[in-house]
């Protein structure tokens, strides 16, 4: 091939990729929908609490950095298909994750999933987070995975193990019309989930807990980081006056006869965007729950603009009774294949 026609394919490709990042991170706005036509319960506003509640901090505490309390909050969530949430043990990092003295695994996945990484994909969105969680050991990393609500306790911090770990649990099952369509055959074969890769990782575990995430990544903006500690207490303190005790992680093995039993774990995570709307919560509600018949089992809620005054009618409404309060909603996920945002 000549060196003009090896230039002209280069440029086209770049130009196609770039293309193709712009359509994939290209989210339509809908009107949340009321609660007469949702397939979801749906309330308008979130109750005021019943009971004490500690303030929400001043704007002087937050040094002058204002919460947005205007714009509607429905559509501003990331689209994703998958949040691989890295267990770190750290409550604050540095605004570039990767940049971490402990953020190998970060690295890692960024080097095989972001741009022009072997397995990028720009039709299959992974959110890459680091969480307050503990690994299970100092010498792998630890993941969690939503919305497939898998936790991987060992991950080996290498490029192969990496690949692995995103072929055999993240990549999706089948391929949609676009990605057919934009990438070309040879292409398409790593970007398919190849589940004989699952055997490679040992003590796999399914999620059976109700995951309550804060964003509390201080080092990229002061809201977050001052709101996530009042957020962590405040939920702790209102599950467990529901009768829903707070697991500690991590979690190796979990009894049959406990998986449908409501529990929850809370942890502070890193960047997930829209610090002008902190609080920033994801509430995860596992698969296990639709025993119970929950509303949003197999789903994650995003929630903007929590304070601890909301608190308390996100436990009754949301976790307890299956209910996405309007006022508060960024978007959600559902856990199904192929991926669908609420």
């Not at 939503?146 to 649990?169: A, C, M, N, W």
């Not at 942890?267 to 002008?276: F, V």
Request: proline share 7%; charged share 25%.
């Amino acid at each position: 091939m000549s060196l003009l026609r090896r230039t002209r394919c280069s440029l086209f490709s770049s130009s196609l990729t770039r293309s193709l990042r712009r359509q994939a991170s290209t989210r339509a706005r809908l009107n949340i929908p009321s609660a007469a036509s949702s397939r979801y319960p749906v309330i308008e506003s979130c109750p005021s609490p019943t009971c004490a509640c500690q303030p929400h901090p001043t704007e002087a505490e937050m040094q002058g950095n204002k919460i947005d309390r205007e714009a509607n909050l429905y559509g501003s969530m990331a689209a994703y298909a998958e949040q691989i949430l890295i267990s770190t043990g750290k409550d604050d990092w540095k605004s570039r994750i990767e940049e971490d003295e402990d953020g190998e695994m970060v690295r890692q996945v960024k080097k095989v999933l972001g741009r022009d990484g072997p397995l990028e994909d720009p039709f299959h969105n992974v959110m890459i987070t680091t969480s307050s969680f503990p690994p299970t050991s100092s010498a792998a990393a630890s993941a969690f995975l939503f919305p497939s609500f898998r936790y991987i306790p060992s991950i080996p911090l290498d490029t192969e193990h990496v690949s692995d770990l995103i072929k055999g649990f993240v990549k999706p099952i089948n391929l949609n019309d676009q990605q057919k369509k934009f990438h070309p055959p040879e292409k398409q074969k790593d970007l398919v989930r190849d589940e004989a890769l699952q055997s490679k990782f040992s003590g796999v575990r399914e999620v059976d807990e109700i995951v309550v995430l804060i964003c509390g990544h201080g080092g990229r903006d002061l809201r977050c980081g001052v709101l996530a500690p009042l957020l962590r207490a405040e939920f702790k303190e209102k599950l467990e006056m529901k009768g829903i005790p707070i697991r500690s992680q991590p979690v190796l093995s979990v009894p049959q006869d406990e998986m449908s039993k409501p529990k929850a774990s809370i942890g502070s995570i890193s960047h997930i965007g829209g610090h002008k709307w902190a609080g920033n919560v994801i509430i995860y509600i596992p698969k296990t729950l639709r025993a119970i018949n929950h509303p949003l089992a197999g789903k994650g809620i995003w929630y903007g603009r929590v304070g601890p005054e909301q608190v308390e009618g996100i436990v009754e409404e949301t976790i307890v009774q299956g209910k996405i309060i309007k006022e508060l909603f960024r978007g959600g996920i559902e856990d199904n294949e192929p991926r669908t945002l609420i």
